[in-house]
């Protein structure tokens, strides 16, 4: 059974979500809700629309999860109670998505390795990278030349490593690199490590190049993708399992990000970022700190280019290039700085935006079609200036945000976006003629107008 990918994406939300938040209302009220719910799903469902049953279907999960669990799980168990709930979504994914949504999952599942540990470095110690693509490519790279059994590792032993040890070599060799980088960059801050960061993916296509006979040059090396283990080769298809394996290995990745986060070296990267006067005053080794946050950064970054190794079976100098590397820094602006959450949304988004968003276009009213095909560019341009003019703290922020606020203030504040948005047009109507009078034209019309006016 092949399920949509908005009602996969939308159960996934709506189950999660219903199980993290408060009761919504008294249990009758909820269950009066879900069966009104599931009454209108059952009647959209025989009369063939599927759009609205689909939308009605999503929202009586919700209900349920919270009917099921609002007044019986602890507040403290929740969090962790709905990300099982998403993990058992995305582990059921390879028998409910066809194979091209399962391609786009593995993509998400590696962009989230490389946006947790980008959020290590940027968003919980504050240092902005757009050069970790360099960093991915090397991973790439490393695996795939460990995996090649022809010339490149003659020089070694001429034999091809087991895929899952190439990954953690190229996360030794990628920490490594981190490490490196992390020394000269101490003296670095600001704009000034971005643009030096951004050097470094400028210029490591072009290195891999000249060294053909290690790296293939311009036409990469081609590596054999990993077969299923020999106890699920029945049961799952190659796809299906690359799959598996790159979803597992994001979710073993975010959970060592969550234990480091929350421990002493957790708290001593936000501290840094926060004040690296106050952080050292308090004996913390600033220097140490960040140098460990780009050594664990660039190992996130390692392990998500040797997944992207074995997910594409090919690895060239162009597979992550000036502008995937930027797009990471995207994705956690997006989905949201400091949060492992919205290092997972911004992946899905940046992933889904291309294919899905003009689908979604094509839809609106009056909207010309081949608009988002020609220009897709322009939507996530359009999609990062809304999320930083409407959601500061990125989806993942507001979200939580949403979440923690009790319904019935939720309610108020739906009831009061129409006056809210009539005073935001009159505010700006005042911002309008106030900036017209202050311009230099308004002030040459207006002693014109003064000068007709005497002479009359």
């Not at 979500?17 to 009647?43: D, H, N």
């Not at 895929?163 to 490594?176: D, R």
């Amino acid at each position: 059974m092949e399920m949509s990918i908005w009602l996969f994406l939308g159960l996934l939300v709506a189950c999660s979500t219903g199980v993290r938040m408060q009761a919504l209302g008294s249990l009758v009220q909820r269950a009066i809700v879900a069966g009104a719910l599931a009454a209108g799903f059952l009647v959209f469902l025989a009369l063939g629309v599927g759009v609205a049953a689909g939308l009605l279907g999503v929202l009586l999960a919700a209900v349920v999860a919270n009917l099921l669990t609002g007044e019986y799980v602890p507040q403290r168990y929740r969090i962790a109670l709905a990300v099982a709930v998403a993990v058992v979504f995305f582990l059921a994914a390879p028998w409910l998505l066809e194979n091209f949504r399962l391609f786009q999952f593995s993509r998400i599942a590696i962009w989230v390795i490389v946006a947790v540990g980008l959020n290590i470095l940027t968003g919980y110690n504050g240092q902005i990278s757009l050069g970790h693509g360099a960093f991915v490519l090397i991973g790439a790279y490393t695996s795939a030349i460990l995996m090649d059994d022809q010339q490149q590792l003659g020089f070694v032993d001429a034999n091809a490593w087991p895929f899952w040890t190439t990954i953690i070599a190229a996360a030794v060799v990628c920490g490594i690199a981190g490490f490196a980088l992390g020394i000269p960059a101490l003296r670095l801050s600001g704009p000034y490590l971005a643009i030096a960061t951004l050097a470094l993916v400028i210029s490591l296509p072009s290195i891999l190049r000249k060294y053909d006979g290690l790296t293939g040059g311009a036409q990469g090396l081609f590596v054999k993708q990993p077969p299923p283990p020999p106890g699920l080769a029945g049961v799952l298809e190659r796809d299906e399992w690359l799959y598996l394996l790159c979803v597992g290995v994001a979710i073993v990745m975010t959970l060592i990000a969550w234990g480091i986060l929350r421990g002493p070296l957790g708290r001593a990267f936000v501290a840094v970022r926060d004040s690296e006067v106050a952080a050292a005053a308090m004996g913390i080794n600033v220097a140490r700190v960040k140098i460990a946050a780009f050594s664990i950064s660039a190992l996130y970054a390692g392990v998500a280019g040797a997944l992207l190794t074995q997910l594409l079976g090919v690895v060239t100098p162009e597979s992550v290039d000036l502008i995937v590397s930027i797009n990471f820094l995207t994705a956690i602006v997006i989905g949201g700085l400091a949060s492992l959450l919205g290092s997972v949304i911004g992946a899905f988004v940046l992933v889904l935006l291309p294919s899905v968003g003009p689908d979604v276009l094509d839809s609106v009213p009056l909207f010309p079609g081949d608009f988002a095909r020609k220009a897709p560019g322009a939507i996530q341009g359009a999609v990062v200036i809304l999320v930083v003019l409407l959601m500061p703290f990125g989806v993942a922020g507001s979200y939580h945000r949403l979440i923690a606020t009790p319904p019935g203030r939720i309610i108020e504040a739906v009831r009061g976006v129409p006056a809210g948005i009539r005073a935001r047009v009159a505010r700006t109507k005042e911002d309008i003629v106030w900036a017209w009078e202050d311009s230099p034209f308004y002030r040459r019309a207006s002693k014109s107008k003064a000068g007709e006016e005497r002479d009359v």
